[in-house]
């Protein structure tokens, strides 16, 4: 196979040394966990002139929790979302969503903001993290902005970052008693597979009126996307089997598809709705087993 | 680049370009053939080495990215008691055929009893999810996995 085109490498041990490298280089790309830009360089996808490896930016990788919100840094490994019991107990969907990426061996080393940045519609913890309302840092030498989560993704395997930006940090509030989440990817197989289709849930109740209601999908569009539509649907209201299917049925209305070699946009659009409809079932009952 | 690292328990020096991988380190210029070339982008798992103890795949590891740090190969466990024991099962239970991806499968097996030395069939399956074996259609390694945990447990006082 053809190796892999040459590269300058620079490996940075602090963020701000990471941010000046990308600020003074021309031609510079950061590289976390490489498991897709490796593969990337050498399809000759991708170019770089420089590459800033954060592998040695130990700042970038942490989990805690701090005011009722978990902050998570962008160089965090899959891996080591799945050692945090903090995540599996308070974000299940998260803890689930980081499980079914690749093997073993790629998430020992790929990175949960690699997966955001890599933009790539059917990113596993995409739909999660606009499920959880999350926020995304990003910073640059002339200081850190805040945006949507949903704003990193500006088309598919395209992000809005502008150059001499870094993703650092993932923010979203803890989720509540009385809420439960769910994450649903269906692929070709089971193991080491990218999703056909991945839906993530976040239902809160009070009372068994759903208060808040987010519902994301993922590889159904350009980019990982809410739907408000559904959304609507449920909020201010009694949940029932068949608000949630009626719901689920608005997703499928709403996704916008493409066929491709994992699956047709038709088979993708109704799976929209079965997912969804299993995932909304699934986190109303851990919703209601939490307030219980 | 000069880099540094411990590879099988002792320290190497040595030179490489920053775009040659650890998989092309370790094969052609460590001469450690046991380090599978297979499909250079992280979905066969022959590659597998032990970086910090964990697996990953050498072909999406960079060469200088080691500096500093551990990298296991097959090589540096022949005379591990745990490595010993998953040998004789594949052997004896019948889970190789090519050989392929064995050292691979070995080292991911061996990372998963370190951590997990009772694993379940599904935590088994889990652990060799990036090991792809043509031959031989799993059951037989998964067999060799779990038979391995119990001959350790069982050596045990």
């Not at chain 1, 597979?193 to 068994?208: F, R």
């Not at chain 2, 991988?21 to 380090?35: H, K, N, Q």
Request: hydrophobic share 40%; charged share 25%.
């Amino acid at each position: 196979m053809r190796p892999i085109p040459s590269f300058s490498l620079h490996r940075p041990k602090t963020l701000s040394e990471a941010l000046e490298l990308l600020q003074a280089l021309e031609d510079a790309r950061p590289i976390a966990g490489g498991t897709d830009l490796l593969v990337l360089l050498r399809d000759g996808a991708v170019s770089a002139k420089h590459l800033i490896d954060l592998g040695g930016v130990h700042e970038l990788q942490y989990i805690r929790e701090e005011n009722d919100e978990i902050r998570i840094g962008a160089a965090t490994t899959h891996a080591q979302l799945l050692r945090s019991e903090l995540i599996a107990e308070k974000t299940p969907l998260l803890h689930e969503a980081a499980a079914s990426i690749g093997s073993v061996q790629i998430r020992n080393r790929g990175t949960l903001g690699g997966n955001l940045c890599n933009a790539s519609p059917a990113a596993d913890t995409a739909p999660p993290l606009l499920a959880l309302n999350a926020e995304a840092a990003v910073a640059s030498t002339g200081g850190t902005r805040i945006i949507p989560l949903g704003d990193l993704f500006a088309g598919p395997k395209m992000n809005s970052l502008r150059p001499g930006e870094l993703l650092t940090e993932i923010r979203f509030p803890t989720p509540p008693a009385g809420s439960g989440t769910s994450f649903q990817k269906l692929g070709r197989r089971r193991g080491l597979t990218l999703a056909v289709i991945n839906v993530a849930v976040y239902l809160c109740l009070e009372g068994g009126v759903c208060r808040e209601a987010r519902i994301a999908l993922g590889a159904v569009a350009a980019t990982p996307i809410r739907m408000p539509a559904a959304e609507e649907m449920l909020e201010g209201r009694q949940l029932s089997g068949e608000l949630i299917e009626a719901a689920a049925s608005a997703c499928r209305d709403q996704v916008r598809p493409i066929d491709d070699i994992r699956a047709s946009a038709e088979y993708r659009r109704e799976m929209a709705y079965v997912l969804t409809r299993r995932a909304l079932m699934d986190a109303w009952e851990r919703a209601r087993r939490d307030t219980l | 680049m000069r880099i540094t690292f411990e590879l099988n328990g002792k320290r190497v020096e040595c030179e490489a370009r920053p775009n040659k991988t650890l998989l092309d380190l370790l094969r052609a210029d460590l001469g450690l053939t046991s380090v599978k070339k297979g499909c250079e982008q992280g979905e066969c798992g022959a590659c597998t080495v032990l970086l910090d103890g964990a697996p990953v795949n050498s072909c999406l590891v960079l060469a200088p990215q080691v500096e500093g740090r551990a990298v296991t190969t097959l090589d540096g466990l022949v005379d591990d008691p745990l490595m010993a024991a998953l040998r004789k099962a594949f052997m004896e239970d019948g889970a190789i055929q090519c050989g392929f991806c064995i050292p691979g499968m070995l080292l991911s097996a061996y990372a998963l009893l370190r951590e997990n030395p009772r694993p379940t069939e599904e935590e088994v399956k889990t652990a060799i999810e990036g090991n792809i074996c043509r031959c031989t259609g799993y059951i037989k390694i998964i067999e060799a996995i779990m038979d391995a945990a119990e001959r350790i447990q069982n050596e045990r006082p």
